[in-house]
T-cell receptor
Framework: SQQGEEDPQALSIQEGENATMNCSYKTSINNLQWYRQNSGRGLVHLILIRSNEREKHSGRLRVTLDTSKKSSSLLITASRAADTASYFCATEPGNDMRFGAGTRLTVKP | EPEVTQTPSHQVTQMGQEVILRCVPISNHLYFYWYRQILGQKVEFLVSFYNNEISEKSEIFDDQFSVERPDGSNFTLKIRSTKLEDSAMYFC?????????????FGPGTRLTVL
């Protein structure tokens, strides 16, 4: 089954605006993680939220988790051009991590 | 800051050839993983490895694939007879003894091109 489906698929905003990306999943999870990937590069871990947590902050990032709705959101506040990248959520139903297709975020200067 | 490293950064091979992709996980980590990402597609789980054995593998990880931790530092992915559709970025990841409640650290990837 598909795990970690993000929406929107693409998001374009102006520098300084907030960006919100959503993720839905299907099975029960131990944790949910968000990663960033610049074009053609590796994955950079952003934040991990455990299944018993509802919200987590890290700098300009805010992640929420609603296990009853099987959904998570990633909010990037005061976006910068350097935030331009693809953002993936990933879940671990077992000892295997499943990634979504990602949201392509473009921040225009 | 410790990081996962992978070599080579780019590997070009002929169809049917064997390739070995190498990874050096972070030194005190106990769990190791391989993922692949076909160009323009999502990252896909291949295999997880713990305590010198495979703990989980996906349907992609068929008999053509194998993993090994030949010494205390390297973690390798071998593809015995490469196919065109094996062309992808291959990422290695590791995590520490915290297990499922800690993050996985990813390497920069190896781009495999099968001609």
């Amino acid at each position: 089954s598909q795990q970690g489906e993000e929406d929107p698929q693409a998001l374009s905003i102006q520098e300084g605006e907030n960006a919100t990306m959503n993720c839905s999943y299907k099975t029960s999870i131990n944790n949910l993680q968000w990663y960033r990937q610049n074009s053609g590069r590796g994955l950079v871990h952003l934040i991990l939220i455990r299944s018993n947590e509802r919200e987590k902050h890290s700098g300009r990032l805010r992640v929420t988790l609603d296990t009853s709705k099987k959904s998570s959101s990633l909010l990037i506040t005061a976006s910068r051009a350097a935030d331009t990248a693809s953002y993936f959520c990933a879940t671990e139903p077992g000892n295997d991590m499943r990634f979504g297709a990602g949201t392509r975020l473009t921040v225009k200067p | 800051e410790p990081e996962v490293t992978q070599t080579p950064s780019h590997q070009v091979t002929q169809m049917g050839q064997e390739v070995i992709l190498r990874c050096v996980p972070i030194s005190n980590h106990l769990y190791f993983y391989w993922y692949r990402q076909i160009l323009g597609q999502k990252v896909e789980f291949l295999v997880s490895f713990y305590n010198n054995e495979i703990s989980e593998k996906s349907e992609i990880f068929d008999d053509q694939f194998s993993v090994e931790r030949p010494d205390g530092s390297n973690f390798t992915l071998k593809i015995r007879s490469t196919k065109l559709e094996d062309s992808a970025m291959y990422f290695c990841a590791s995590r520490d003894r915290g297990g499922l409640y800690n993050e996985q650290f990813f390497g920069p990837g190896t781009r495999l091109t099968v001609l």
